[in-house]
């Protein structure tokens, strides 16, 4: 495989504002820069979908009603939203870049949401002020040292016997730049050293369509695969009409429903791409 270069923190804070800049004028929902970035919507809504059920799965003992629930990298605020219809009492949403902030502020004006700019390893708020902080595809995001910090302060926040969720990347094979995989135990053991101890995972995004497309181009393509994924999804973006390619990963993606629908019953979660981890913040810790 070829060598990976990762983003740079400053790179990477321009990265989302550059994403946010391009897509949320043609995909004002945000799927586009919140889900598989830069691919468009009809793509995405297939990842939020299954998404919506691991959440679903993945936290379906925990009472949801009446919580103050902190939402790390909220993006346009998708899971605010989530939790709020599940009966949260306030969600805290924050995230690093102002437009897709702007977006979220506008789509969910809901009494008991708030937005604010922060970065999730520096957290303006008091220790123990949360029930659950969520984290869906943000720590993957940051480097190793950020991830630690990150969960250090996510830890501090939470109440004592309060939950963390985390959705984030396991699959070490991924290469795009603007992503730092860990394997699950190396998840694990980072958030045991912040107090936060696992009660359950699931699997996300098994994709064995689109992964062995993705495995097929980086054969044909050699050491361009990167250059050729970004090529398909300026074309996906820019061209929704139906050519010949377009046509082809629309029809993976068809496929792909029932597949995953039965993957997200039936397979492992180490098979999948993401793994959602349910953790609690020891009782005795503060
Ligand atoms: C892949 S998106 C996921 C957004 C959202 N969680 C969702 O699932 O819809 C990752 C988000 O993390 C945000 N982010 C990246 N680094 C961050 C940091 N240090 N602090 C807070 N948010 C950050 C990005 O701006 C982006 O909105």
């Given at each position: 495989m070829e060598a990976t270069e990762r983003l740079r923190p400053a790179d990477l804070r321009r990265y989302w504002e550059r994403l946010s800049d391009q897509m949320l004028k043609v995909d004002p929902q945000g799927l586009s820069v919140t889900c598989f970035a830069g691919m468009p919507p009809w793509f995405n809504r297939f990842l939020d979908r299954y998404q919506r059920r691991a959440l679903k799965n993945l936290v379906q003992d925990i009472d949801l009603r009446g919580l103050r629930v902190l939402d790390v990298g909220t993006g346009v605020g998708r899971w605010a939203e989530w939790y709020l219809q599940r009966g949260a009492r306030q969600v805290v949403g924050i995230d690093v870049e102002g437009k897709r902030l702007?977006?979220?502020?506008?789509?969910?004006?809901?009494?008991?949401v708030v937005f604010e700019r922060m970065s999730v390893d520096c957290l303006a708020f008091s220790g123990s002020s949360f029930d659950l902080v969520n984290s869906i595809t943000v720590l993957q995001h940051v480097n190793r040292p950020m991830k630690e910090h990150a969960l250090a302060e996510m830890s501090r926040v939470l109440r004592p016997g309060g939950h963390a969720v985390l959705f984030e990347l396991t699959d070490l094979?991924?290469?795009a730049p603007h992503v730092f995989p860990e394997e699950r135990a190396a998840w694990?053991?980072?958030?045991?050293?912040?107090?936060?101890y696992p009660l359950r995972t699931v699997g996300e995004q098994y994709i064995p369509l689109l992964r062995a497309a993705r495995g097929t181009l980086r054969f044909l393509a050699r050491g361009e695969s990167r250059g050729r994924i970004d090529a398909i999804k300026e074309h996906a973006m820019a061209r929704p009409t139906l050519d010949a390619s377009m046509l082809f990963l629309r029809m993976l993606v068809m496929m792909s429903y029932p597949i995953e629908e039965i993957a997200q019953r039936c397979a492992p979660a180490r098979g999948a791409k993401i793994t959602g981890f349910l953790l609690r913040k020891h009782e005795g810790a503060r």
């Open positions: 702007l977006t979220a502020r506008e789509r969910h004006n809901e009494v008991g094979k991924d290469d694990l053991q980072m958030a045991r050293r912040h107090r936060l």
